[in-house]
């Protein structure tokens, strides 16, 4: 056994298989969750928002092959293989081959194959995605403005997403007790926070800035963006670069701005529009205070 491909290499062969086929890795995505021997109940359920993330990647041709006439996106082919390949791995240490792990990203998704909760299942998720991020800060300045503006949406939503199971006071502050219920992955609610399709059309890359698709932003996702989000978000990339011990992860952020790939001096971009039930919001659902 010893002699033979690590669960890492095994990975690696699953990933170069599907490189250029976006079908192949949405299903791909779809046999993680059935675990090593084809049925694993108790994590199937968490296919759901993992699915919905990824079919929304697929229909704006993300995915696509670099060659052809609709080629896809360098960085979020990198960051969609960074998932598949974390649970690829942790699949085959689950099963028949052998270590040791090759991240700690990796670990956190043993740690949710050993006890699939919704906390364990964002920590393992979330965890490769802020790697990804961490990692591929070179292909994300190649893209145009709206794409690195939406990086940024994409991140701040899943990471508020994670914090609504763990961190429910710090999410919705006295709305906490519904807190585990809108962000459970398990449930059809999370798709909610996750979704951009009502914004973006479905084509890669985008074709107008960042403030044409922030206008045009419908008013529930404003609301969630500006008037929950953003009046917590530094609170939150700390919290999240604790919970996923990803200290890089406040590189991303200045001063309550988003610096993913996107300069501090264009910040103004992260300030509330003008809206009154989204500068009601952050009064009603007053953020912690920090000690």
Same mark, same amino acid.
């Given at each position: ?21 976006? #079908?192949? !890795?949405? $299903? @791909? ?6 675990? /090593?021997?084809?049925?694993? =109940? +108790? ?123 763990? #961190?429910? !006071?710090? $999410? @919705? ?6 807190? /585990?219920?809108?962000?459970? =992955? +398990? ?105």
């Amino acid at each position: 056994m010893s002699a033979g491909p690590t669960a890492a290499d095994w990975a690696e062969q699953q990933i170069a298989a599907v490189r250029d086929d976006p #079908a192949g !890795r949405v $299903a @791909l995505m779809q046999r993680c969750y059935y675990g /090593p021997y084809g049925k694993a =109940p +108790r994590h199937l359920p968490f296919q759901r928002a993992a699915m919905s993330f990824m079919q929304w990647q697929l229909r704006r041709g993300l995915l696509h092959p670099l060659s052809g006439d609709h080629p896809g996106s360098p960085w979020w082919r990198a960051v969609n293989e960074r998932i598949l390949r974390d649970g690829c791995e942790a699949v085959a240490l689950s099963g028949d081959f052998a270590g040791p792990t090759s991240s700690q990203t990796v670990d956190f998704w043993m740690s949710f194959a050993e006890y699939p909760t919704p906390r364990a299942w964002y920590r393992a998720h979330n965890g490769s995605v802020v790697a990804a991020y961490l990692e591929h800060r070179e292909q994300a300045s190649a893209e145009n403005e709206a794409e690195r503006f939406f990086m940024n949406v994409v991140l701040c939503r899943v990471l508020f997403s994670h914090a609504l199971v763990a #961190a429910p !006071r710090m $999410a @919705l502050g006295w709305l906490r007790p519904l807190a /585990p219920l809108l962000g459970d =992955p +398990r449930l059809g609610m999370i798709g909610i926070f996750l979704q951009l399709s009502r914004v973006l059309p479905d084509q890669y890359p985008l074709d107008k800035g960042a403030q044409f698709y922030r206008d045009a932003e419908l008013g529930f996702g404003r609301l969630v963006d500006y008037g929950v989000i953003i009046p917590r978000v530094q609170q939150l990339y700390e919290w999240s670069s604790h919970e996923l011990s990803a200290p890089g992860l406040l590189d991303c952020i200045r001063d309550g701005a988003l610096t993913y790939a996107w300069p501090f001096e264009d910040r103004d971009v992260w300030r509330p529009p003008r809206s009154f039930l989204v500068q009601m919001a952050p009064r009603a659902l007053r953020p912690e205070r920090r000690v």
